[in-house]
């Protein structure tokens, strides 16, 4: 079951609990009205029976040993149901259906008692005769109940009839505001589903937030704010990736066509062979990390030994230090340093790093690990020209190249970025540091 469609509704969910929590309210209401009322009803009754019993009882006296009526000029006998018995004869009887004469006739000889005869709708209530300190005969006054259960039922129907009206007249007012309180959200989340698609750069802007919707407009604009961020930085980071990647993409195809042009000699196809192999390290080393990347994003962090991970990378670029007459080195911590980040993730994150020391750096490059601020620290560090501080952000974005960079001509320009983003996605960051030589800070998760 998927429950009834209309209910999906936040309004109609809403419309139908306040409906049904008064329905429940009234019906308890009218109910507990109508049971008290009944209750009165009987006891009025019952009030009224006694008071007539009393003034008949001021009526009756006795002569000569016999109970005797005294005649007023009201004549309540004749106009009341009266009945009055001395013993098991009756002295005074009304006229009065069959059925009520004989219940009024069983009440001769008990004691004072209320009977309802429900044949014909009466209620009979008699008491003992008393004169003298002996008991004489009974009085039994009756009282027909049809003007209590027409007043009874009456209030029944405009209890309900009342209880129906303030249902409607409530639901109909709930409806409205729940409409008009509501009405507002649903129009602005239509225009945030719409500038989502169609316009990142409109806004609410309904000012401070004072209330409710000011609150949920204002949310609405942050979020909106950093979605058209994330898409922009998308956006551009694979705009610039394309861009960039066509330069060595493209020397590569170049340099394959100009080899097959014509016969040359086996080193300059060694030589042709070199070039095409380092554009195509660039291009796969560049995929391998917009890989590992979205792997980050997407799957749970492992752990791995900070010492090994750095090792690993210094081994690799071990080679083009050499050629460079580079020493590189990887500086052993006292104690084991577990980072929160699988192994292959900090290797790609490093190796941009050492390469890059490894390429401006005139004689040494080193990397060093240790705990701090409750993560681990990775310091790459090389003797070359350094890192100018205007140039300390701008280097990790992507296509965009430092100074020595730039004299340098070789890269494409998105080590840094990429490291980066891996950093940020493991929880940690990079950060370049101004001064004498290259020195970066890679922080990532302790395990």
């Given at each position: 079951?998927?429950?009834?469609?209309?209910?999906?509704?936040?309004?109609?969910?809403?419309?139908?609990?306040?409906?049904?929590?008064?329905?429940?309210?009234?019906?308890?209401?009218?109910?507990?009205?109508?049971?008290?009322?009944?209750?009165?009803?009987?006891?009025?009754?019952?009030t009224?029976?006694?008071?007539?019993?009393?003034?008949e009882?001021?009526?009756?006296?006795?002569?000569?040993?016999?109970?005797?009526?005294?005649?007023?000029?009201?004549?309540?006998?004749?106009?009341?149901?009266?009945?009055?018995?001395?013993?098991?004869?009756a002295?005074?009887?009304?006229?009065?259906?069959p059925?009520?004469?004989?219940?009024?006739?069983?009440?001769?000889?008990?004691?004072?008692?209320?009977?309802?005869?429900?044949?014909?709708?009466?209620?009979?209530?008699?008491?003992?005769?008393?004169i003298?300190?002996?008991?004489?005969?009974?009085?039994?006054?009756?009282?027909?109940?049809?003007?209590?259960?027409?007043?009874?039922?009456?209030?029944?129907?405009?209890?309900?009839?009342?209880?129906?009206?303030?249902?409607?007249?409530?639901?109909?007012?709930?409806?409205?505001?729940?409409?008009?309180a509501?009405?507002?959200?649903?129009?602005?989340?239509?225009?945030?589903?719409?500038?989502?698609?169609?316009?990142?750069?409109?806004?609410?802007?309904?000012?401070?937030?004072?209330?409710?919707?000011?609150?949920?407009?204002?949310?609405?604009?942050?979020?909106?704010?950093?979605?058209?961020?994330?898409?922009?930085?998308?956006?551009?980071f694979?705009?610039?990736?394309?861009?960039?990647?066509?330069?060595?993409?493209?020397?590569?195809?170049?340099?394959?066509?100009?080899?097959?042009r014509?016969?040359?000699?086996?080193?300059?196809?060694?030589?042709?062979?070199?070039?095409?192999?380092?554009?195509?390290l660039?291009?796969?080393?560049?995929?391998?990390?917009?890989?590992?990347?979205?792997?980050?994003?997407?799957?749970?962090?492992?752990?791995?030994?900070?010492?090994?991970?750095?090792?690993?990378?210094?081994e690799?670029?071990?080679?083009?230090?050499?050629?460079r007459?580079?020493?590189?080195?990887?500086?052993?911590?006292?104690?084991?340093?577990?980072?929160?980040?699988?192994?292959?993730?900090?290797?790609?994150?490093?190796?941009?790093?050492?390469?890059?020391?490894?390429?401006?750096?005139?004689?040494?490059?080193?990397?060093?690990?240790?705990?701090?601020?409750?993560?681990?620290?990775?310091?790459?560090?090389?003797?070359?020209?350094?890192?100018?501080?205007?140039?300390?952000?701008?280097?990790?974005?992507?296509g965009?190249?430092?100074?020595?960079?730039?004299?340098?001509?070789?890269?494409?320009?998105?080590?840094?970025?990429?490291?980066?983003?891996?950093?940020?996605?493991?929880?940690?960051?990079?950060?370049?540091?101004?001064?004498?030589?290259?020195?970066?800070?890679?922080?990532?998760?302790?395990?």
């Open positions: 079951m998927t429950g009834w469609r209309p209910l999906r509704d936040v309004r109609a969910r809403l419309l139908a609990i306040v409906l049904v929590a008064l329905a429940l309210a009234l019906g308890a209401a009218t109910y507990g009205f109508n049971v008290l009322f009944a209750h009165t009803s009987s006891r009025d009754a019952n009224l029976l006694r008071t007539r019993a009393d003034s009882l001021a009526l009756l006296d006795l002569r000569n040993g016999r109970l005797h009526v005294e005649e007023t000029n009201d004549d309540l006998l004749g106009d009341s149901n009266i009945w009055v018995f001395a013993g098991a004869r002295i005074e009887t009304p006229r009065a259906r059925e009520v004469a004989e219940a009024a006739r069983a009440l001769a000889p008990g004691p004072s008692r209320f009977v309802d005869v429900r044949e014909s709708d009466t209620r009979l209530y008699s008491t003992p005769v008393v003298g300190g002996r008991r004489v005969g009974t009085l039994v006054t009756g009282l027909s109940l049809a003007p209590y259960e027409q007043t009874r039922k009456s209030a029944l129907v405009g209890s309900l009839a009342l209880a129906a009206l303030l249902l409607g007249l409530v639901g109909i007012a709930v409806y409205l505001l729940l409409r008009s509501l009405s507002p959200v649903a129009r602005m989340t239509a225009q945030a589903a719409a500038w989502s698609e169609h316009d990142l750069d409109r806004r609410f802007e309904l000012g401070d937030p004072h209330d409710e919707l000011t609150r949920l407009a204002a949310t609405l604009d942050g979020l909106l704010d950093r979605l058209a961020a994330s898409l922009r930085h998308e956006r551009r694979s705009a610039e990736i394309s861009h960039e990647l066509r330069t060595p993409l493209a020397k590569l195809i170049a340099e394959a066509e100009l080899a097959l014509r016969e040359r000699s086996t080193d300059a196809y060694r030589e042709a062979i070199a070039i095409i192999l380092r554009n195509g660039q291009l796969a080393r560049t995929v391998e990390t917009l890989v590992a990347a979205a792997q980050q994003e997407l799957a749970p962090r492992g752990t791995a030994d900070g010492y090994a991970a750095a090792a690993e990378v210094v690799a670029c071990a080679r083009a230090a050499g050629e007459g580079i020493r590189i080195a990887v500086e052993k911590p006292a104690q084991p340093v577990r980072v929160g980040v699988d192994a292959d993730i900090v290797e790609r994150i490093l190796q941009p790093l050492v390469e890059n020391a490894c390429r401006y750096g005139h004689a040494t490059v080193g990397v060093a690990i240790r705990r701090a601020r409750g993560g681990v620290e990775f310091l790459v560090e090389d003797d070359g020209p350094g890192i100018d501080s205007a140039e300390r952000d701008a280097i990790f974005e992507p965009t190249r430092g100074a020595a960079g730039r004299r340098d001509g070789e890269g494409a320009g998105l080590g840094l970025a990429l490291a980066r983003r891996l950093a940020r996605g493991a929880a940690g960051d990079i950060e370049a540091q101004a001064g004498d030589g290259g020195r970066f800070v890679v922080t990532l998760p302790a395990a």
